[in-house]
């Protein structure tokens, strides 16, 4: 039977992984963490008893190569990424495994392509699989029906930031990450073309947000990908609470962990103005002359409660893909293996998900 | 003698100044004013007091918040106040800018919030509006020098537009506005004379009925040619007639005053002088431009902001018809006289019952209101004409400073008009003391806020009692060659666009006119003439006495009640924005969306999306649908526009016209 590893099963995301492979049917599950009682407890939930925990440090090889043994996939929900890059995915990969991460950028997967093991030849090994990065490359691909004269995405709300993902959010800035107030125009990175949106109105967001241009490195991809004449990215914010907070860490220096209550606390006043809700907004231009109709669809937009969650979710579809043998082996992002339509599909009728329109 | 401020001699020189400005704006003796008496009852009100603080601050060289400036205060209280502002000490709100000078007096600078509802008028741009927001009058002139009348007049209207920038101004299709040199071609506004000296009766009257026709119906328009229109009827009998149209865009009800005087003072001698102007309008446009970037104008428009949404509605008035369907090319006009000897008992008995003419006026309005609507909580829109105290010459300026301001007016049951006009004071003065932000603006939150097009203060009270004090010399009466003025024989029109009713108090010599302004499409003429007769017999008896003292006669209910099923003018059917969101259709609306984001500034990815909605006004949208007009080849007016201002309404309004014009 196939036996699936979910390293970090017990947080916020790996949980969702967890439930989501066990309403899959996918396999057994090894849920493993540093603290053997939450994960056990994570196991407890499901009557099935297909899940068993197990106690693991990632930072023990010895430890993670047991914890990988065995398995046919190995999930990462384990962080912070930053640190984690390429490790886990190599003792996974020598383990025989196939490797997810719910995260990983670009530099996790430079990290693994530059001194690549010879198991990726047969294996698959796919970061990214989350919320963003992730389907905020992917889901934008349904649009392109047919040349694209510009593309705007627009992802963000308010959401819970976790002691780990605030760590993550501090320290993804450079441009191995993405650009600030950059736009994509005619093949190349434009620096300093847009301006941040103060209290504007956008389909799918309450009220007015501010939205931050930044050109992430994964739609820089996914522009030069579809050939789009220009693509605007922008992250949404429903206050200037954590912009505020992160400008003001980033000003400040020194080591990330200093700055992280002030990025969670931010995120919590966030939720406390709007409620918790998490936008994926995409809006494609047709170039000119193009056919309009109701198979070219200009606008997509995901909405969900809980971006963490909904991670989890698409590290759970991914596994799925993975083990059907649809995605190739190989280092890869999710964005750019995954089937758009398919994974679209499977979220719409998934219950995180609170609308899901493309038209 | 010693420098220090707290010197008796400067606290003298102080308290004598002040008694010289008192002198000079009350028409006192200085040395005679008493020191604890307001400057009220001494004769002073909202007006002068403007005036007042801005010779303060001329010659004293002390900024006095616009709050402080009541028409209570003392001479006493002033000379505190003064010398606690010259020592910096609680300098709570004194206007934030300095006029300056602009380097270049023929550089254009944009509208002020009223003239840019008056543009967007003249572009049909919405219901109740007409091809020119102007005001005509006419008045009869005897012991005319037939020969010499005519080149007297040009002679005094050419100097006059030398003196007085704006006489020269135009507007751009843009929306800014600039002054021509006075040597360049048409900038100086010439008078046309008709020679009906020898002309029979039947042929004098045929002849001033096309005049007053044409020019009541036709205003000057300054997008292309001068805002002023005067004109000169020589009759048999060294009689005469004086024409004169006024486009709102460029003068305000102050310059039209100003205007007639200087033009009388200049046309009466040849050798007449105009004190120079250390200002012009220009100059304090753009001082005001500058005003929104202060902390002063943001606490305004927070405090008004904060308002807004207990904000009352117009009165609810009974329709005929929805202004939306009247196509009125006049208003109508109702109006009477308070003779000299009552508007003299009147102007004293609101001083001893504290309250400016003007207070008591909106009161008398409001209570009249009340009853025609039957409900005592309405919102009002007040034409103001305090200009903000930036230069002591502003008075003396000819522009369109004109602004609108919000009242809610509330009455209270059981209370005499002496209470009640003391309420409506206290929030006018209480209004009026956040007035950075104009009426314009707020409206416009307010219809945002609202999410409606339909007007939001079209019920207007506008008062210009105690003007002619501020302004210095009264009104001459004989203009030389031009003869002598009969005010007794005057006519008059005004046209200004979103109003449905108008009423306007003003003096003319020793009298106060009363006037009613409306749209008689809208309303039951029967209505009208039993309102109009309440509001005379209720100003009769505050001019008698008795008024004062009674308890006002008032309907039971506050606010106007839901939905009765008739039309009024509180209750305006909104049309259905029927438009399903989603992304822009087709590639017209998506060139509608850029076309948006480039003049708003911000994303527009829905077709549903509304253009006031996304911080579009009114002059924004002409902007837009002229640029519309010239990439697409027709645009739909702002007034078809404001039925469904959104990006697929617009679409179709486009394709619409596209489709006629095809067929
Ligand atoms: N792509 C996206 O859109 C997206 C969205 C959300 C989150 N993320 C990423 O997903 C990751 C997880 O986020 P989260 O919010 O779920 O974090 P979390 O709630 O803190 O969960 C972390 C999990 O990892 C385990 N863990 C932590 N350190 C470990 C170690 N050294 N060895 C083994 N297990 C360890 C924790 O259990 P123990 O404490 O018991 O060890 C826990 O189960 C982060 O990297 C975050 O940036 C990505």
């Known amino acids: 039977m196939t036996v699936i590893g979910v390293l970090g099963g017990s947080g916020t995301v790996g949980r969702v992984v967890v439930d989501r492979l066990t309403e899959y049917g996918l396999g057994r599950l090894r849920v493993g963490g540093r603290d053997l009682d939450r994960a056990a407890a994570v196991c407890r939930a499901f009557p099935q008893a297909t899940a068993e925990p197990m106690r693991v440090d990632l930072h023990d090889p010895q430890n993670l190569r047991e914890f990988c043994t065995g398995c046919d996939v190995v999930v990462n929900c384990a962080g912070p990424s930053y640190q984690v890059l390429d490790a886990v995915a190599r003792v996974a990969l020598a383990a025989g495994a196939h490797y997810v991460d719910a995260a990983g950028d670009l530099a996790a997967i430079d990290a693994l392509e530059s001194a690549p093991p010879p198991e990726l030849d047969e294996r698959a090994a796919v970061f990214s699989a989350g919320l963003m990065p992730g389907l905020s490359g992917l889901l934008p691909r349904l649009l392109a029906t047919g040349p694209l004269a510009r593309l705007d995405v627009y992802v963000g709300g308010a959401a819970r930031i976790g002691e780990l993902s605030a760590v993550d959010a501090l320290l993804t800035r450079g441009p191995q990450f993405g650009t600030a107030l950059a736009v994509w125009r005619d093949g190349r990175i434009v620096p300093g073309a847009l301006a941040p949106l103060r209290a504007v109105t956008l389909p799918g967001f309450r009220g007015r947000v501010h939205a931050w241009p930044f050109l992430s490195v994964e739609t820089a991809r996914l522009a030069a990908d579809l050939g789009v004449g220009e693509l605007r990215n922008y992250t949404v914010y429903v206050t200037e609470a954590i912009p505020r907070a992160l400008a003001a860490a980033w000003a400040d220096g020194g080591p990330a962990e200093r700055h992280v209550p002030a990025v969670v606390a931010a995120a919590d006043a966030d939720i406390a103005a709007t409620g918790p809700y998490y936008t994926l907004l995409f809006q494609a231009v047709p170039a000119p002359g193009q056919p309009a109709g109701p198979d070219r669809p200009r606008r997509l937009l995901l909405q969900t409660p809980d971006s963490y969650a909904l991670s989890g979710v698409v590290a759970a579809i991914t596994v799925g893909e993975l083990l059907e043998g649809r995605i190739k082996p190989g280092a890869r992002a999710a964005a750019e293996c995954l089937d758009a339509a398919d994974v679209f599909a499977r979220l719409t009728g998934d219950p995180l998900v609170t609308a899901a329109e493309l038209h | ?663």
Request: hydrophobic share 40%; charged share 25%.
């Open chain 2, 1 to 663: 003698m010693t420098p220090s401020s707290s010197s008796p001699d400067v606290t003298d020189s102080i308290e004598a100044e002040l008694s010289r400005i008192w002198g000079e704006l009350l028409d006192l003796d200085p040395a005679g004013i008493p020191p604890d008496t307001g400057f009220l009852r001494l004769g002073g009100d909202s007006v002068l007091a403007v005036r007042m603080s801005a010779m303060v601050r001329k010659r004293l060289a002390v900024e006095l918040a616009l709050s402080d400036v009541t028409v209570e205060i003392t001479l006493d209280h002033l000379a505190d106040l003064v010398r606690r502002r010259a020592s910096g000490e609680g300098a709570a709100r004194a206007l934030p800018v300095e006029i300056e000078r602009r380097p270049d007096p023929s550089a254009s600078f944009p509208l002020m919030p009223l003239q840019q509802g008056y543009f967007v008028g003249q572009h049909d741009g919405w219901e109740l509006s007409y091809d020119s927001a102007h005001f005509y009058g006419d008045v009869g002139l005897v012991g005319v020098d037939g020969d010499e009348a005519a080149d007297a007049l040009e002679d005094a209207l050419t100097r006059l537009a030398l003196h007085q920038p704006m006489l020269r101004a135009r507007i751009t299709p843009e929306g800014e506005q600039y002054v021509l040199p006075p040597d360049s071609p048409g900038a100086i506004p010439r008078p046309r004379v008709y020679d009906l000296r020898e002309a029979a009766p039947d042929e004098v009257e045929a002849h001033l009925r096309a005049v007053r026709n044409e020019m009541r119906t036709t205003g000057p328009n300054p997008l292309d040619g001068p805002g002023l229109d005067i004109r000169l009827s020589l009759l048999p009998g060294d009689r005469g007639r004086l024409h004169t149209a006024m486009s709102l865009l460029t003068l305000d009800g102050w310059s039209a005053t100003l205007l007639n005087r200087e033009l009388l003072t200049l046309a009466a001698d040849w050798n007449a002088v105009l004190a120079p102007l250390g200002v012009d309008f220009g100059d304090y446009v753009t001082s005001l431009g500058r005003l929104r970037d202060t902390e002063a104008y943001a606490a305004d428009r927070d405090w008004w902001w904060e308002r807004l949404d207990g904000a009352p509605a117009p009165p609810a008035l009974p329709l005929h018809t929805d202004p939306r369907d009247v196509r009125p090319t006049t208003m109508g006009t109702r109006e009477d006289r308070l003779a000299a000897e009552r508007w003299t008992a009147l102007r004293e008995r609101c001083a001893a019952h504290g309250v400016t003419p003007s207070a008591a006026m909106v009161t008398a309005f409001g209570v009249v209101l009340a009853r025609w609507a039957g409900h005592r909580r309405m919102l009002l829109n007040s034409l103001q004409l305090n200009r903000l105290p930036l230069h002591p010459d502003i008075h003396r300026v000819i522009g369109a400073f004109a602004t609108t301001m919000l009242l809610p007016v509330e009455l209270e049951r059981g209370r005499t008009f002496t209470e009640l006009a003391g309420d409506v004071q206290r929030t006018f003065t209480e209004h009026a003391a956040h007035n950075l932000v104009s009426g314009v603006e707020v409206s416009r939150e307010l219809a945002r806020r609202r999410g409606t097009t339909r007007p939001i203060g079209p019920v207007v009270f506008q008062s210009t009692l105690g003007m002619d004090a501020a302004m210095g010399e009264r009104q001459a009466e004989s203009a030389g060659p031009l003869g002598e003025l009969v005010f007794d024989d005057f006519h008059h029109q005004l046209r200004t666009p979103q109003v449905a009713l108008e009423v306007r108090f003003y003096e003319v010599r020793e009298e106060m006119a009363i006037v009613f302004s409306l749209v008689e499409e809208l309303f039951d003429a029967d209505q009208v003439d039993a309102a109009f007769t309440d509001l005379l017999t209720l100003i009769g008896s505050l001019a008698d006495g008795p008024g004062w003292d009674r308890v006002v006669e008032l309907p039971a209910v506050g606010d106007p009640e839901g939905a009765t099923g008739d039309l009024s003018l509180d209750r305006l059917p909104e049309r259905g924005a029927d438009q399903q969101e989603g992304p822009p259709a087709d590639e017209l609306e998506q060139r509608i969306c850029e076309l948006w984001e480039e003049i708003l500034g911000v994303p527009v990815l829905d077709r549903a999306t509304g253009f006031f909605s996304l911080g579009g006004d009114s002059l924004l949208a002409v902007r837009a649908l002229a640029r519309i007009a010239k990439e697409v080849g027709t645009a739909p007016s702002v007034r078809e526009f404001l039925d469904a201002p959104t990006v697929a309404g617009l679409a179709a309004a486009v394709r619409a016209r596209l489709e006629g014009s095809r067929r």
